[in-house]
């Protein structure tokens, strides 16, 4: 048996020794421990008996110890997890959605594990519930019943319940979030942690004032430098809360080119259009199953839901000076220029809310995937983009128009961009059926505009 001082000895017997229902050891000694554990994980490989004795040798003398999951629970023939840690899902702000989260958070913690939640998408205390006539009580009491109820789960099992809690640094209840652990019996099973964005940081050195909005709503201004203060005294006099750089950490995220670490409810309209390796889909049909998401061109898997409905909130919208729009709330995260030299271009995520008029936006890059599985061709695909966009359908034709302006001094157009799509939209007409005399553009006199008519791409819209 190695040799270990008391207390370890009283940690092991109380967290890692497996017990039977009775109480009685069945691990005898720490040896015993470790052989457990390297035969539970030696049974996963084609062969195991080749694997229990390298597994036991890292283990043996603490030469690695893993985590606290794996210790107490591998080899234990118990429904129990592995894995020590959970980052659940986004919180709706609903009351249905709120208790089914609660309900994956207690199932999570029978079964072992620690759990943290982002509470920045609960509406604040005092603000109006719709339909009911009444106003919320605010994240800090949904956080009293997560609270109560890791209490409860704790008293059944050998565990001490883990629970991080977050909230945002322009949250309307963040103060009382700060303050929040200086009550001695509230919130003991949660750890708390503020996500403390860039903007904020840039707001206390410069002294500067901070907006406290939810849903595209100010509920209050207050000094940015004396609420870090505030977090820094709470730190220091009672150990809570944390900061967490949420904005540092989605910088250096090694998976940043495929996914967001965000601490906010990222949400869209039911009739917004997503790249799919199976065509466009709306996400109306991508509610509640898995599908693959074109993110620059590359198939991500979604989560096995897909999207859900999240309720009711203020939508903006996103307008490029090219022509593209996106419907979303004001604490989607949008792919944002940070900085831009010559050489080089700095994209850091930022909520909606938080562009102003001029920002830089990247706009997803799919040439890479332009295989197209559905219906028709990237001709009549590329005719029926532009019918949607500025045309017109007549009772025999559909008439498609662009506006390049007038020619300016240098000898081309006023939108020289234009020309590209009439090159390209002239190319697709010319492929599909056409009369003898087809001229493709025309211009139309003293308008700056020209159209070009199509009988077969009448019959294709109305296909």
Not at 19 to 41: C, F, P, Y
Not at 226 to 239: G, K, N, Q, S
Not at 308 to 328: D, H, M, P, Y
């Amino acid at each position: 048996m190695p040799t270990v001082a008391p207390i370890s000895q009283q940690i092991w017997d109380m967290k890692y020794r497996l017990k039977g229902g009775d109480g009685h050891a069945v691990d005898d000694t720490i040896e015993d421990s470790w052989t457990r554990v390297a035969g539970a994980l030696a049974a996963a490989e084609k062969q195991p008996e080749a694997w229990t004795e390298p597994f036991y040798q890292a283990l043996e003398d603490f030469q690695f110890l893993p985590a606290g999951r794996i210790l107490a629970g591998a080899g234990a023939t118990r429904n129990v997890t592995l894995f020590n840690c959970f980052v659940m899902g986004t919180i709706p702000d609903d009351m249905s959605g709120i208790f089914e989260n609660l309900r994956e958070a207690a199932l999570t913690m029978q079964q072992g594990g620690g759990i943290g939640y982002d509470f920045s998408t609960l509406r604040p205390s005092g603000a109006p519930v719709q339909g009911v006539g009444a106003d919320a009580s605010g994240p800090l009491t949904f956080m009293d019943v997560w609270d109560a109820m890791c209490r409860t789960i704790m008293s059944a099992g050998h565990r001490r319940g883990a629970m991080m809690a977050t909230l945002r640094c322009d949250h309307p209840d963040i103060e009382a979030f700060v303050e929040a652990k200086q009550d001695p019996g509230r919130l003991r099973m949660f750890n708390l942690s503020v996500l403390v964005s860039d903007d904020f940081m840039a707001a206390v050195k410069e002294n500067g004032p901070w907006e406290l909005t939810f849903g595209g709503r100010t509920y209050k201004t207050i000094e940015a430098r004396e609420l870090w203060d505030r977090i820094m005294r709470a730190t220091y006099a009672y150990a809570e809360p944390g900061v967490i750089f949420i904005d540092r950490i989605n910088q250096r995220n090694n998976l940043s080119y495929c996914e967001q670490i965000h601490s906010t409810n990222p949400c869209v309209t039911g009739d917004t259009w997503i790249a799919t390796t199976q065509g466009p889909r709306q996400v109306n049909d991508l509610v509640g199953r898995q599908f693959s998401v074109l993110v620059h061109g590359k198939p991500h898997l979604s989560a096995k839901n897909g999207f859900f409905a999240t309720g009711e909130k203020q939508v903006f919208i996103l307008r490029t000076k090219c022509g593209n729009s996106l419907r979303l709330t004001e604490d989607h995260l949008v792919h944002s220029a940070l900085r831009m030299t010559r050489n080089k271009v700095d994209w850091v995520w930022r909520p909606c809310g938080d562009l102003k008029p001029g920002a830089r936006v990247a706009l997803h890059d799919h040439r890479t995937h332009a295989e197209w599985h559905g219906v028709g061709t990237e001709d009549e695909g590329y005719l029926i983009g532009l019918l949607v966009g500025d045309g017109t359908l007549k009772s025999d034709k559909a008439v498609l128009s662009v506006w390049p302006g007038k020619m300016v001094a240098n000898g081309t157009v006023e939108r020289p961009g234009t020309l590209a799509v009439m090159e390209r939209a002239l190319k697709a007409a010319q492929n599909m059926p056409h009369r003898a005399d087809f001229k493709g553009w025309m211009a139309v006199s003293d308008r700056g505009e020209y159209r070009m008519s199509l009988a077969a791409l009448r019959s294709l819209a109305l296909d």
